[in-house]
């Protein structure tokens, strides 16, 4: 079992920049790739980016050169860095770890950006 906590959503301004964070808990030792996913009013959950544990990564196009995941081993902490933030990445953004072919998923942490 692992479990995923979120924090670090809120109300910003267009330009504007968050950091999230994702404190993962629980048989971690076997996480490998870890990732943030979003989920729009009326869309479906979409990833937004990934990172494996020796630090590849991949991003959606959307948020390429805007966005940044990271993670600290050692800590157990998934962070996504988000600047230039625009009204169409509102949404509600949730963490994701996959172990041993099982996704545990986040509550989940709302991001709007206001126009």
């Known amino acids: 079992q692992v479990q995923l906590v979120e924090s670090g959503g809120g109300l910003v301004q267009a330009g504007g920049s968050l950091r999230l964070s994702c404190a993962a808990s629980g048989s971690i030792f076997s996480v490998n790739v870890m990732g943030w996913y979003r989920q729009a009013p009326g869309k479906q959950r979409e990833l937004v980016a990934r990172?494996?544990?020796?630090?590849?990564?991949n991003y959606a196009d959307s948020v390429k050169g805007r966005f940044t995941i990271s993670r600290d081993n050692a800590n157990n902490t998934l962070y996504l860095q988000m600047n230039s933030l625009k009204p169409e990445d509102t949404a509600v953004y949730y963490c994701?770890?996959?172990?041993?072919?099982?996704?545990?998923w986040g509550q989940g942490t709302q991001v709007t950006v206001s126009s």
């Open positions: 990172i494996s544990r020796g630090g590849s990564t």
């Open positions: 994701n770890a996959v172990v041993l072919g099982i996704a545990y």
